[in-house]
C-alpha cells in the first residue's frame, strides 16, 4: 500500500480523483470498459467531483457499483447512499453510465438484493475502487469486528454504535435513533478483489483510524487495516488525518 499526505482536505481529494482518472483512462485504452466502486460520506465529496470532471475517460463504458446502503431507508432520505452517488457523482458525468448497480436497501428482502447484486459484480471485476475509512476503522459498512472470512460479495451487517454516530455527526440525521441499525455493505473479501484501490482519507476525525488501519494491528477489529494486503491500493490523506502517524511512517510516505 503507498500512502500520500497533502496540506489540506481539498488537495488529498483532487489528488486521490486525479489518480483514480488516471487508472480509469489506462483500463479503457486497454480493453476500451471499466467497472468501478464509488464510495459515499463527507469524505470523497472533493475526490468525487474531480474524478467526474475528469478529461478522457468514456463513461459510457463504465459500469459502476455502490458499496453500501442502510437498510429500511427510502432513496428520498439525505441520508441515502443511492441519492448521493446519483446527485453527486452520476448526474455531474458528461454522458451516461453504461450501467449502475445501486444497492435498494429499502427492498422487502435484504438478502435478495445482496444475491442479486454479488451476481452481477461476480460478472464483472473491479478496475477501481473508490472508498474511504470510517472513525471506527471501517471499510464499507464493515464495522469492527469485521468478517474477513465469506466471499459473499455483499452482506447485512449490523451498525456499531460509534459508526452510527459518525452519520449523526456528519448532520445526516436529526437523533441517534433515527439512524438506522442495518445496512447492505460490500465484504471486505469483495473489495479485496479490485484491481486498485483508491482510499481517500481527510478530516481529524479520522486520524485514530489512519493510524489503526496502517499502523495498528492487522485484524478484524480494524477493518480497514487488511487493506495493506493489498497489492495496488494507493491511500490519499490530508495533515489532519495523519497527525496520529509514526514519523516513520510519514518519513516513507509521498507527497
Known sequence: MSLAIYANAEQ????AGQYGAQRLREVQARRGEAN???ATGASQFVMLATLAAAPGIDWSKVTLFHLDEYVGLPETHPASFR????????????TALKKAHYVDGSAADPSRVCAELGAAIKAR?????????GENGHVAFNDPPADFTTEEPYLVVELDEKCRRQQL???WFPNLD????????????????????VN?????RKAHAVKISIEGDMCPNHPASVIRLHPDCSTFCDEAAAAELSAITRKFCRR
Open 36 to 38: 468501478i466502486i464509488v
Open 125 to 133: 471485476p473491479i478496475d477501481v475502487c473508490f472508498i474511504g475509512i
Open 178 to 197: 433515527a439512524v438506522p441499525r442495518q445496512a447492505i455493505s460490500m465484504s471486505v473479501w469483495q473489495i479485496l478483489q479490485s484491481q486498485c484501490i
Open 200 to 204: 481517500t482519507v481527510p478530516d481529524t
Open 83 to 94: 441519492k448521493y452517488i446519483k446527485e453527486r457523482f452520476v448526474a455531474k458525468l458528461p
Open 12 to 15: 488529498c481529494g483532487v489528488a
Open 169 to 171: 455527526g456528519e448532520g
